[in-house]
């Protein structure tokens, strides 16, 4: 079975381009201080929006600092993001997702309407309206993209608990006794991990996306931290003279996305080529 | 027919209910109360004037009772009354910009279904062709692309390098003193950029299921039928096939309206368009809490209208939808 996973996957050339785009991703986030060429905060006021040279593979900003340099350091702000905004997605809907499946009658149609509610609100709506309220950080963009993003995962997990639950296995675990809390984390949830593993990747670029496009409009990352969505809203203010504050931070953002979508699909086609 | 509108009327009431408490949540997340902006800034607010304040905005009374005042003003579109200097009440202000940002989606949707659903088709009856190839590349970009980078170099490329169409708001300066048709021309230029962008994002995901819809219609019983019987490809595919794929296209429909709606801040606020994003957008930044909870409430309604169109046109398109 793990065998043939790794044999599909292997096989298909886009998940593996996905999986190299995200290994390179981590690579740079952890190396950042030793690769990055320049400090990313050293500001040159000599230099300011100088075009892409051999001193500055990228360019430099409106401040005169080194736009590669903040590119790789803005990478972590993207994989740190699209972790902890993913992981508390996840785990709100599984749990939530796990419950509903599980127990069915009214709990489900309490979570399924609340659900319904959450998905009626246009989710950059919510996050712009709770960003309205608390400060704009890193910690509380993590925490809102989190908090508006589990309802699909929920769907997800109780699709799988609903068809899990009436296995045999679940049976013999109910017929020795074991309690509800125990069939439902050790028993099926382990069952549910593929579908879940898939969303979390997917819901990686996701967050990863909607971070940049709170940053670019300044309600997200604030400087002087780098991150990619950031540097382009610098690249917005001088659009008629810098075209490299444009260009680079939105390819970035573009290659890291579409790694993880790759990736996400792969691992999809390669646990169950049927769903192809 | 009646009777299915009335069952998704009833359906859509508690969902209704909670739209209110979360946005009425939303804005007692808010740490500290509204009043603070009035009275921390001036020194010579006491403590009575303070309470005089709280109670003049039902403050001191239990939060249920708070809620319930809420809802009752919600419910004549009362939306309070903005914190800006012009103090001008919330509804004014979002129904004057709705028009322009329900203009900008539709043409949008139109634009999303009038390609997507032709990519969708072909790429599904040339299976595995060259343009199937072409079109999945291009839907694996547009799930990945930061909308609102492409909307920066499509201006750099329209706006600044070729200088052909405007990149900020919707008319020129002089739009006043235009004859009729090129102030229409002048519109359109003006829109072409942000109705392709917000476009851009849904196109990808309905030509991907447009594609999958229509090849498992081709797969089904009945297109054998048709073919066996003789009838020529084309009234196969365009006439048997395409109505069916195309009846779970208006769910999806109805399921991307929250995305466009969203995504409208963005666009607007680039674009620099007067509509409801931007004015969400400038609200947020102002912090003028009465605004953001009113259009927050307005977006969420206008997804539930958006739904129940979309369910019961189906219902119109589909009879078995009906019955059952």
């Given at each position: 079975m793990e065998s043939d996973f790794w044999n599909r996957f292997l096989k298909n050339k886009m998940a593996v381009a996905g999986s190299l785009v995200v290994l390179l991703l981590f690579a740079v986030s952890l190396l950042a201080p030793w690769i990055a060429p320049c400090?990313?905060?050293?500001?040159?006021?000599?230099?300011?929006?100088?075009?892409?040279?051999?001193?500055?593979?990228?360019?430099?900003?409106?401040?005169?600092?080194?736009?590669?340099?903040?590119?790789?350091?803005?990478?972590?702000?993207?994989?740190?993001?699209?972790?902890?905004?993913?992981?508390?997605?996840?785990?709100?809907?599984?749990?939530?997702?796990?419950?509903?499946?599980?127990?069915?009658?009214?709990?489900?149609?309490?979570?399924?309407?609340?659900?319904?509610?959450?998905?009626?609100?246009?989710?950059?709506?919510?996050?712009?309206?709770?960003?309205?309220?608390?400060?704009?950080?890193?910690?509380?963009?993590?925490?809102?993209?989190?908090?508006?993003?589990?309802?699909?995962?929920?769907?997800?997990?109780?699709?799988?608990?609903?068809?899990?639950?009436?296995?045999?296995?679940?049976?013999?675990?109910?017929?020795?006794?074991?309690?509800?809390?125990?069939?439902?984390?050790?028993?099926?949830?382990?069952?549910?991990?593929?579908?879940?593993?898939?969303?979390?990747?997917?819901?990686?670029?996701?967050?990863?996306?909607?971070?940049?496009?709170?940053?670019?409009?300044?309600?997200?990352?604030?400087?002087?931290?780098?991150?990619?969505?950031?540097?382009?809203?610098?690249?917005?203010?001088?659009?008629?003279?810098?075209?490299?504050?444009?260009?680079?931070?939105?390819?970035?953002?573009l290659i890291t996305v579409l790694g993880y979508n790759l990736l996400g699909e792969g691992i999809r086609d390669s646990l169950d080529p049927r769903l192809r | 027919m009646l009777q299915y509108v009335a069952k998704r009327l009833v359906f859509m009431a508690p969902l209704l209910v909670g739209i209110t408490i979360i946005c009425f949540s939303v804005m007692h997340l808010a740490p500290g109360s509204p009043t603070d902006l009035q009275t921390q800034m001036n020194p010579r607010a006491s403590a009575e004037a303070q309470a005089r304040l709280r109670a003049m905005y039902d403050l001191d009374k239990p939060l249920y009772h708070q809620y319930w005042i809420w809802v009752q003003k919600l419910a004549v579109l009362d939306l309070g009354q903005s914190f800006s200097t012009d103090h001008r009440p919330v509804a004014d202000k979002i129904l004057e910009r709705l028009p322009i940002t329900i203009l900008l989606n539709c043409l949008s949707l139109i634009l999303i279904l009038a390609l997507a659903i032709p990519i969708g088709v072909l790429s599904a009856v040339h299976q595995n062709s060259l343009f199937d190839k072409l079109t999945s590349v291009f839907v694996f970009i547009g799930f990945a692309m930061p909308t609102f980078w492409l909307a920066l170099l499509l201006m750099i490329l329209f706006g600044v390098q070729l200088g052909w169409l405007p990149i900020s708001g919707i008319r020129s300066l002089n739009y006043e003193y235009l004859p009729a048709g090129a102030a229409f021309w002048d519109l359109i230029k003006h829109l072409i950029l942000p109705v392709m962008l917000s476009a851009f994002g849904g196109l990808a995901g309905l030509s991907r299921y447009m594609r999958s819809n229509m090849l498992e219609v081709i797969r089904q019983d009945y297109i054998m039928t048709a073919r066996a019987k003789g009838l020529s490809e084309r009234a196969v595919i365009y006439k048997h096939a395409l109505r069916n794929a195309l009846l779970p296209v208006i769910t999806i429909l109805g399921l991307s309206i929250p995305g466009l709606i969203g995504g409208s801040v963005i666009f607007e606020t680039i674009f620099a368009i007067p509509g409801m994003g931007q004015l969400f957008y400038m609200s947020v930044m102002a912090r003028d809490y009465p605004v953001v909870m009113g259009i927050l409430f307005i977006g969420a309604v206008l997804t539930l209208l958006g739904n129940l169109i979309a369910d019961v046109s189906y219902a119109v398109a589909d009879p078995r939808i009906r019955v059952s």
């Open positions: 400090d990313p905060s050293a500001i040159d006021l000599t230099q300011v929006l100088a075009a892409p040279s051999s001193a500055h593979l990228f360019g430099t900003d409106q401040l005169g600092r080194d736009v590669l340099s903040r590119m790789i350091w803005g990478a972590r702000i993207s994989l740190k993001v699209g972790f902890v905004a993913t992981g508390i997605a996840i785990l709100l809907g599984a749990i939530l997702g796990a419950v509903s499946g599980y127990y069915g009658r009214w709990v489900d149609a309490v979570i399924m309407r609340f659900v319904d509610i959450m998905l009626c609100f246009p989710t950059f709506f919510l996050i712009l309206a709770v960003i309205a309220i608390l400060e704009p950080s890193i910690w509380n963009i993590m925490i809102i993209i989190g908090l508006t993003g589990w309802m699909g995962i929920t769907r997800l997990v109780r699709a799988d608990f609903i068809s899990l639950k009436e296995r045999d296995f679940v049976l013999a675990a109910r017929v020795i006794g074991a309690s509800d809390l125990r069939i439902i984390f050790i028993h099926i949830l382990p069952n549910a991990m593929a579908s879940i593993l898939v969303a979390a990747t997917l819901g990686i670029a996701g967050a990863i996306l909607t971070e940049s496009a709170l940053s670019f409009l300044g309600i997200g990352v604030q400087p002087p931290t780098p991150s990619w969505g950031n540097i382009l809203t610098a690249g917005k203010d001088n659009i008629d003279i810098a075209w490299w504050l444009s260009l680079y931070p939105g390819l970035a953002i | -």
